[in-house]
């Protein structure tokens, strides 16, 4: 509570309103700021009580504290009956009603209000999860699971490169040496095993044989070949160059050879 509230509470006030009432009763003033005082504070204070009562008794009525206000009467009953035989034995009439504390009228309500949030908030909880349980529905399209099984080794296709590229410039007789390089693409996942094929460097009208092996799992490999010699005048050599794919699968790549002509 602020600096400011505690100076405005009811046993603060009397205590004011007592130290005031010690002045000399000849002083005008002070008995007019008196009677000011005890008209203000007690009409004040009496309104304040009056408000606290009727929203302790709105919250006291409800079904959720029925339990705990028959709890708390029967101490406030065993607390007034220590301050009656305190009363008694300090000369004060039995039957005057201590007035509760603000402080402690707030700290009930606030209290009461965090009880009420915390008993909302648990079945909330409750209810969210017996839903989530019972009435969860699967994934209308479950994702499928990846397949690890190998499959049979099959080539896809086969890309070609030739280096040089041109041999546009050169002299004819020019010795020279063109390399061929095949890329062959498989199947993924697969069991692995040979490719058998043929390559030729001069338009197919020669063919060689070779093969290359695939690891499991394997999905490209490259394999090179060349063609040396004299560059002819007749511009026979060299020649597009290509695979011809046998085994396990038959599969035929496109033509490639350096572009010009000798001089």
Not at 25 to 31: F, H, K, P, T
Not at 123 to 142: D, L, Q, T
Request: hydrophobic share 35%; net charge negative; aromatic share 8%.
């Amino acid at each position: 509570m602020a600096e400011k509230d505690e100076f405005f509470l009811p046993e603060e006030v009397d205590r004011q309103i007592e130290s005031v009432s010690q002045f000399k009763e000849g002083d005008r003033r002070d008995a007019e700021a008196l009677a000011y005082l005890r008209n203000f504070y007690q009409a004040d204070a009496q309104q304040e009580q009056d408000t606290l009562d009727r929203i302790w008794n709105r919250i006291a009525g409800a079904p959720l504290f029925e339990q705990d206000t028959q709890e708390t009467e029967k101490e406030l009953t065993m607390q007034n009956s220590h301050i009656q035989y305190g009363a008694r034995a300090m000369g004060t009439s039995p039957g005057s009603r201590p007035l509760r504390s603000p402080l402690m009228q707030r700290l009930g309500l606030l209290a009461a209000a965090v009880f009420l949030v915390a008993l909302v908030g648990s079945m909330a909880i409750v209810f969210y999860a017996i839903r989530h349980n019972n009435g969860g529905a699967a994934s209308p399209n479950p994702t499928p699971p990846l397949s690890t099984a190998r499959v049979p080794l099959k080539v896809t296709s086969v890309s070609m490169s030739v280096t040089p590229g041109s041999i546009a410039g050169l002299s004819c007789g020019t010795n020279v040496t063109v390399t061929y390089t095949a890329l062959f693409h498989v199947v993924p996942n697969s069991v692995g095993g040979t490719v058998q094929f043929n390559y030729t460097v001069n338009n197919g009208r020669g063919q060689t044989p070779a093969s290359i092996t695939f690891n499991p799992g394997e999905t490209t490999k490259a394999y090179t070949f060349t063609w040396s010699g004299a560059l002819p005048a007749d511009h026979t050599y060299p020649g597009p160059g290509g695979i011809q794919v046998t085994s396990p699968n038959q599969l035929t790549s496109q033509l490639v050879g350096p572009t010009g002509m000798c001089s």
